[in-house]
C-alpha cells in the first residue's frame, strides 16, 4: 500500500542496496538492448545490404536496409553532427539521473533509453561516412503498405522507453520510488 505522497514505495531504511540493484538492472536491460542492435545491424548489412528488400510477414513485416544520416522518421538528414551531440546529452543524462534511481519501472525504462540511445550513436560515430557523422543502419518496415518509416532495435528501445516514461510520470511513479499522489501538502 502507498505511504504519504512522496513517500519511498520499497519500505527498506536503507536505500543503498535498492539503489545498486535498481542500477545493476538498468546496466543489464541497456546492455539486452544494445547487443541485440549491434549484432542485428552486423548481420544485415552483412547479410542484406545491397539485396531486395526481404518480406518477413506479407503486408506487415519487411527486411529493408537503409543508411540514416537524420533522426526519426529521416528528418534533419544534414543534421548528423547534431544528432550526435544529441544523443550523449541523453547518455549522460540517463547516466547523471541513475544515481537517484529506486524505482524498479524507472529502472527498465532509463535501460531501454540508455541501449537504444548508445546503440545508434555507436552507429554515429563508427559508420561511413566519417567519425561522428555516421549514418545509423535502419532495416525493420513495419506494415510497409502505410509508408510508415524504417527503423532499427534501438529506435524500438527509444519509442518503447518513451512510452514508459510517459506513463510512469503520468501515474506520479517517481525516479527515487516515490509516488505523487496529486494531494497538495495542505490536505
Same mark, same amino acid.
Given at each position: 500500500?502507498?505511504?504519504?505522497?512522496?513517500?519511498?514505495?520499497?519500505?527498506?531504511?536503507?536505500?543503498?542496496?535498492?539503489?545498486?540493484?535498481?542500477?545493476?538492472?538498468?546496466?543489464?536491460?541497456?546492455?539486452?538492448?544494445?547487443?541485440?542492435?549491434?549484432?542485428?545491424?552486423?548481420?544485415?548489412?552483412? =547479410?542484406?545490404?545491397?539485396?531486395?528488400?526481404? $518480406?518477413?510477414?506479407?503486408?506487415?513485416?519487411?527486411?529493408?536496409?537503409?543508411?540514416?544520416?537524420?533522426?526519426?522518421?529521416?528528418?534533419?538528414?544534414?543534421?548528423?553532427?547534431?544528432?550526435?551531440?544529441?544523443?550523449?546529452?541523453?547518455?549522460?543524462? *540517463?547516466?547523471?539521473?541513475?544515481?537517484?534511481?529506486?524505482?524498479?519501472?524507472?529502472? *527498465?525504462?532509463?535501460?531501454?533509453?540508455?541501449?537504444?540511445?548508445?546503440?545508434?550513436?555507436?552507429?554515429?560515430? +563508427?559508420?561511413?561516412?566519417?567519425? =561522428?557523422?555516421?549514418?545509423?543502419?535502419?532495416?525493420?518496415?513495419? +506494415?510497409?503498405?502505410?509508408?510508415?518509416?524504417? +527503423?532499427?532495435?534501438?529506435?524500438?528501445?527509444?519509442?518503447?522507453?518513451?512510452?514508459?516514461?510517459?506513463?510512469?510520470?503520468?501515474?506520479? =511513479?517517481? *525516479?527515487?520510488?516515490?509516488?505523487? $499522489?496529486?494531494?497538495?501538502?495542505?490536505?
Amino acid at each position: 500500500m502507498q505511504a504519504a505522497g512522496g513517500a519511498p514505495l520499497s519500505g527498506e531504511p536503507d536505500a543503498q542496496p535498492v539503489r545498486a540493484r535498481r542500477i545493476a538492472l538498468l546496466v543489464a536491460v541497456a546492455a539486452v538492448v544494445y547487443v541485440l542492435d549491434v549484432v542485428s545491424k552486423l548481420l544485415v548489412v552483412e =547479410f542484406l545490404e545491397h539485396k531486395a528488400p526481404v $518480406t518477413v510477414i506479407p503486408g506487415a513485416l519487411v527486411l529493408n536496409v537503409i543508411r540514416n544520416p537524420g533522426a526519426a522518421f529521416s528528418i534533419g538528414t544534414g543534421m548528423t553532427i547534431v544528432f550526435t551531440v544529441i544523443a550523449v546529452g541523453v547518455v549522460v543524462a *540517463i547516466l547523471r539521473t541513475a544515481r537517484q534511481l529506486r524505482s524498479l519501472p524507472w529502472a *527498465i525504462t532509463l535501460g531501454l533509453l540508455l541501449g537504444g540511445a548508445v546503440g545508434n550513436l555507436t552507429d554515429r560515430i +563508427f559508420r561511413s561516412p566519417a567519425p =561522428f557523422q555516421g549514418h545509423v543502419v535502419d532495416f525493420l518496415q513495419a +506494415f510497409p503498405v502505410t509508408g510508415f518509416p524504417v +527503423f532499427n532495435l534501438a529506435d524500438s528501445a527509444i519509442v518503447c522507453g518513451g512510452i514508459l516514461a510517459v506513463l510512469l510520470a503520468w501515474r506520479g =511513479f517517481q *525516479i527515487d520510488g516515490t509516488r505523487q $499522489t496529486g494531494e497538495s501538502a495542505d490536505g
